[in-house]
């Protein structure tokens, strides 16, 4: 199965990304954000890293980036997109997910291994995970606050898009705790975590990120 990773100007974990996949049993294919074209691909990762110098707003730029408009009609029609960090500020900018992200509570960046818990493990990134199940992941941002209003925050909770939470500390003022999040349709998902960092217990807490990666080979494989 093919797992497109773009590469904006600005990114830092495409490469961790495509081993992440490589890792997986998937077959990484290096997208260009300066493209129009998704070379066939099955999935797609939107990487973290800091997209056009995070100028305006984070994300803000890259939503306009020639590759997005075959991203955002590629969600639309069911295809699984990962978006980690940055990758998550994109997709809420692009309207792919609701809400927004916006500086850590405490203004500053913060880097450690954070746990999550897995709240929905029915889209096509979680399959591979339990629900409850707590996993770590690394965690590196500035402004990864996690905000919407009230009757979404509502919504998406009802709904079963919340797909993970921060437990034991909330390390960046997102409300309800809210790590991750997932589109109606389960094809979409976001977080500010990186799991592409959590795939080989030699460079990171574990491999707790690499079911991720698998549970898109998996669902592809599936669909085939």
């Not at 500086?103 to 709240?119: A, G, K, P, Y």
């Not at 999040?181 to 977080?191: A, D, F, P, Q, Y």
Request: proline share 5%; aromatic share 6%; charged share 20%.
């Amino acid at each position: 199965m093919k797992v497109g990773v773009v590469t904006f100007p600005g990114s830092l974990d495409d490469v961790d990304a495509r081993r992440a996949v490589r890792l997986a049993g998937g077959e990484p294919v290096a997208l260009w954000h300066g493209d129009h074209d998704l070379q066939g691909v099955d999935a797609i990762i939107l990487p973290g890293g800091f997209s056009y110098g995070d100028y305006l707003r984070c994300g803000a730029i890259a939503r306009f980036a020639p590759v997005m408009t075959e991203v955002v009609a590629a969600a639309k029609a069911g295809m699984p997109v990962l978006g980690i960090c940055n990758g998550f500020q994109i997709l809420c900018e692009s309207h792919l997910l609701p809400g927004a992200l916006i500086r850590n509570d405490h203004r500053t960046f913060i880097c450690r291994d954070q746990e999550l818990r897995v709240e929905n493990a029915s889209t096509a990134w979680t399959s591979d995970y339990a629900a409850g199940q707590q996993i770590t992941i690394p965690l590196k941002n500035g402004e990864g606050g996690f905000v919407a209003d009230d009757a979404t925050l509502d919504r998406i909770e009802g709904e079963g898009q919340v797909v993970f939470r921060y437990v034991g500390v909330n390390p960046n003022g997102s409300l309800r705790d809210i790590a991750g999040i997932t589109n109606e349709r389960g094809n979409v998902v976001g977080l500010m975590p990186h799991p592409e960092h959590a795939v080989e217990d030699l460079t990171g807490p574990g491999t707790d990120g690499l079911g991720f990666f698998t549970s898109a080979v998996s669902s592809l494989l599936a669909k085939a």
